[in-house]
């Protein structure tokens, strides 16, 4: 049974950072995707960043890429989103994933339906 735990969410004025954590248990996760979703309240969830678990090639969207950071500690078997810069905009749930890098994955690592495990999300807000 996997399972991912996130961690790190608060409450943080503009320009602040903040660094997220997640946890996979269960599994080794040998060519995976480890990735980064928000969901924003009245908005679909959406992908932030994504890297792999192998050779450590990793994307992220354009909103946030000047200014997060997605990295992986394999000992520990954590991924972390480190934010900086955060804007109210960057509000939301946060969740981290985890699934089989497929054939196609990294034309579209944003894509939900490529992500087999699910954390149970931590808050983000951003006060203005």
């Known amino acids: 049974q996997v399972q991912l735990v996130d961690s790190g969410g608060g409450l943080v004025q503009a320009g602040g950072s903040l660094r997220l954590s997640c946890a996979a248990s269960g599994r080794s996760f040998d060519s995976a995707a480890l990735g980064w979703f928000r969901q924003a309240p009245g908005k679909e969830r959406e992908g932030v960043a994504s890297i792999s678990s192998s050779d450590g090639t990793s994307w992220s969207a354009n909103s946030v890429r000047d200014r997060f950071t997605i990295s992986r500690d394999d000992a520990k078997n954590t991924v972390y989103l480190e934010m900086t810069s955060l804007k109210a905009e960057d509000t939301a749930v946060y969740y981290c994933?985890?699934?089989?890098?497929?054939?196609?994955?990294?034309?579209?690592?944003?894509?939900?339906?490529?992500?087999?495990?699910w954390g149970q999300g931590t808050q983000v807000t951003v006060s203005s």
């Open positions: 994933a985890v699934g089989p890098i497929r054939p196609g994955f990294w034309a579209r690592p944003d894509n939900i339906a490529a992500y087999d495990y």
